[in-house]
């Protein structure tokens, strides 16, 4: 059972965990599973799919009950006043705040502005050497997207420098090797935590609020990322 963080006439909202599709994709051929289908039968009706998380991301993913209540989601997830907040464990010591105005190029070759802000939660410095280095360091941080391109926090994060643990094709190869040879942890750390928005329907504000799996929880113990 998927956990649902959300539900009433008009729109249902879960915690979708890592490695969940949202719906068919021919990128992925190897999946049996995907979101939309199983909230579907969870709650026994029809859902809408109104925005998207990446199959590795784990976090708040909202549908709409009917097609009318979906485009107007989708107009509002659009907004600027839509608030997107995600958590995510990078490489490095991360800055205070940084702003990424940086565009980005979609699978279909068209340029487009791109504009993140990050936070940084936590830092911490381990006794593992790394390289030619002989501590490993690492940061929670948050990202708040002010555009939504594919994969827009993963590319603005690598483009710093910062790449999330667990992130292919984005992320760093020896560090994901490391995590997997030590811990053996494979998933990306990026998750989607809150989702703050107007109703489509009653226009009231909606603050949605999803926790970490049990895997990035885990992760910000072992690297000394907790309390933040």
Known sequence: MLEIVYHDKYIVAINKPHGLLVHRSPIASDAQ???????RDQIGQTVYPVHRLD???????VFALNSRVAAKLKTIFEDPAT????RAIVRGYFSENVEVD???????????????????????ELPIPFGKHSTSRYSLIEAYPKTGRMHQIRKHLNHLRHPIIGDRPHGCNKQNKLFKERWNM???LLHAAELKFKHPVTGEELILVAKPYEVFDEMKKVLCLSNG
């Open 55 to 61: 199959r590795k991301t784990s976090g708040i993913l």
């Open 33 to 39: 599973e995907f979101a939309l289908q199983l909230v």
């Open 83 to 86: 608030q997107k907040t995600y």
């Open 186 to 188: 494979t998933t990306m």
């Open 102 to 124: 940086y565009p980005l190029t979609n699978d279909r070759g068209k340029t487009q502005e791109a504009i993140t802000h990050f936070k940084l939660i936590k830092q911490s």
